[in-house]
């Protein structure tokens, strides 16, 4: 069964943009590893060292000044960003997969604006939380501050936390 992505609904600190966002940009998921080549090894490895920035976008088809106004260089200041998708089967089974991210407006870029032709509002993200659900099944989640790393329902970080008291 082929799964296809048809739509998708993109919201910031909950008000949703639909009819006026014309793509969104996931995480993309990226370990930062360094080479290793001990005594003894024929070649180097990667070692993961840890993951690299967690970045998002989306463009919006609208000037909107609650987007405006989420443009800050407070530290700790966060807002949610979700984006939701529909798949459909080929048998025409529904599924929701959602996009559940947390962090700041690092870059707002209003394009250029022509008489006649649409004006859109570019978005950069940078998350410090980052959750792929499909349906029921979380898929991942990235927490950068609490260094939690779930794959697949599994916690790859449990025992580093542990042994770091954290």
Not at 37 to 56: D, N, R, S, V
Not at 66 to 73: L, P, R, T, Y
Not at 133 to 142: S, Y
């Amino acid at each position: 069964m082929r799964n296809v992505r048809k739509n998708f609904n993109f919201f910031v600190d909950g008000k949703g943009f639909a009819g006026q966002v014309e793509s969104f940009t996931a995480p993309k998921l990226t370990l930062k590893e360094e080479d290793f080549q001990g005594g003894g090894m024929f070649g180097p490895t990667g070692i993961t060292m840890g993951h690299e920035k967690l970045t998002a976008g989306a463009v919006l088809l609208c000037d909107d000044p609650d987007i405006m106004s989420k443009f800050s260089v407070v530290e700790g200041g966060t807002y949610q960003f979700t984006a939701r998708e529909q798949l459909e089967s080929s048998d025409g089974t529904v599924t929701a997969v959602v996009h559940s991210m947390r962090g700041k407006v690092s870059e707002i870029d209003r394009g250029e604006s022509k008489p006649g032709e649409k004006a859109t509002t570019t978005l950069a993200l940078s998350l410090n939380y980052y959750k792929l659900t499909h349906g029921a099944r979380v898929v991942q989640e990235v927490d950068v501050l609490n260094m939690v790393w779930v794959q697949d329902g599994v916690d790859a970080l449990a025992a580093a936390r542990a042994a770091l008291g954290i």
